[in-house]
């Protein structure tokens, strides 16, 4: 009997640039953007620290036009995916390894603003960020890709 085994990455972070969608010479949608994650500790003496990891999402076929649709800059989102690791030879002939999550489902949360208002008999409202969710769909990727046909 095989064993189990799970890839699972799930993050909730910024986007760091507007997605970039493309498309490979078949016409499979692919969109790349990235994220980025905070870690905030406390050290022993008191002192506030803080960590901010930078990730690389890569998404396919609808859910990658999905993507590109609803991200922008600086959007929070929650991220659902797998990690994988990819080889390619860079244009200076040296061979170099990359570590991306592959997307499988995400959400999308308000702009982070908050509304306050107030009147004249007491305390403020705040009216939270809207969240928009994704549909999630199952996605075939039944198309072999190669990785020289990857547009980034």
């Not at 620290?49 to 609808?62: D, G, S």
Request: charged share 30%; aromatic share 8%.
């Amino acid at each position: 009997m095989a064993s189990r085994s799970l890839n699972k990455v799930i993050l909730i972070g910024n986007l760091t640039r507007d997605p970039e969608l493309k498309y490979t010479p078949k016409g499979t949608a692919v969109c790349t953007f990235g994220v980025a994650t905070n870690r905030y500790w406390t050290t022993a003496d008191g002192q506030t620290k803080e960590e901010t990891q930078y990730h690389r999402i890569v998404a396919w076929q609808k859910l990658a036009e999905l993507c590109g649709k609803l991200l922008s800059k600086g959007r929070k989102v929650y991220l659902d995916g797998r990690l994988i690791y990819r080889s390619f030879t860079a244009k200076d002939g040296t061979q170099k390894t990359i570590a991306e999550i592959v997307l499988d489902d995400f959400i999308v949360f308000g702009d982070g603003k908050r509304t306050a208002t107030t009147d004249e008999k007491g305390p403020i409202e705040e009216t939270p960020p809207q969240v928009e969710e994704t549909k999630k769909e199952s996605v075939d990727v039944s198309e072999d890709v190669n990785p020289d046909d990857i547009p980034f």
